[in-house]
């Protein structure tokens, strides 16, 4: 997770409970998840190794045990505060196929409990769009997919169409003809994001049944506008990434 006011990338882990195949199959937890106070550790053993267990540290880490809500204001909510304030972040997940990857930043609108970052970090901006009645926002949203090197769209029309990315000196890298839509309320931005996944390119691996086989990201764009001491109108723009990678695994492993 990535913000620009600090200059800094957070690293945090999260580990899923062991699937219902894994139990059949008598596989055993080999991770042991420790929360320190200035970081998170990771003791990783095997049974019957003679090597002593394999220790890493990261910024935070999560076990079996969190759920969608905990992961979200212990991570991301910070993230958005800071587009409020006109910074870019980025908050993406990587990890091999079926590690949680889409579970985590998609999850599932019912139960409530089950959405994900991007859901959470919808409703987080319009319920602060909402305490700030002095302020007027613009609130957009594109979408696009990386697949086999290629750019597309995903809420185009054409959705397979592929398009081209350039770089201007003054803003930076951009996708020439990425569609962005006006959001006025989490429902619209809802119904944007649901659209696009509809769009993605999925495929059965030998690791997961239904595995995402592309790179997405999801952008927000919010532009601030506020009366300053000044007495004129000062605009502010922040954006918030939101990518969900494709499995890191070697494709020799999936049969992708």
Do not use: W
């Not at 997770?1 to 008598?26: D, F, W, Y």
């Not at 619209?188 to 790179?215: F, I, L, P």
């Amino acid at each position: 997770m990535r913000s620009n006011k600090s200059e800094c990338i957070q690293v945090v882990i999260r580990c899923r409970p062991l699937s219902s195949t894994e139990i059949a199959n008598g596989n055993e937890k080999v991770v042991q998840m420790i929360e320190r106070e200035d970081r998170g550790e990771i003791i990783v053993h095997r049974e019957g190794d003679e090597e002593p267990p394999k220790v890493f540290s990261f910024d935070r880490v999560f076990d079996e045990r969190t759920n969608q809500e905990d992961l979200f204001e212990k991570t991301a909510r910070a993230i958005v505060g800071n587009v409020f304030e006109g910074y870019n972040g980025t908050i993406f997940a990587y990890g091999q196929t079926g590690t949680g990857k889409t579970h985590t930043m998609e999850g599932e609108l019912k139960p409530k409990e089950m959405r994900g970052v991007m859901t959470r970090c919808f409703e987080s901006v319009f319920n602060c769009i909402e305490e700030q009645p002095n302020a007027q926002f613009l609130v957009r949203a594109s979408y696009l997919e990386i697949y086999k090197e290629n750019i597309r769209d995903l809420l185009s029309p054409n959705p397979k169409n592929k398009l081209i990315m350039h770089e201007k000196p003054d803003t930076g890298v951009y996708v020439k003809d990425l569609s962005s839509f006006i959001c006025k309320n989490y429902e619209e931005m809802q119904a944007v994001q649901d659209t696009g996944r509809k769009n993605k390119s999925m495929g059965e691996t030998k690791m997961n049944a239904r595995s995402s086989r592309s790179h997405s990201v999801f952008t927000l764009t919010l532009e601030i506008s506020e009366l300053g001491p000044d007495g004129k109108d000062h605009i502010r723009v922040g954006k918030l990434n939101m990518v969900d990678l494709a499995g890191s695994e070697r494709q020799s492993k999936t049969n992708a």
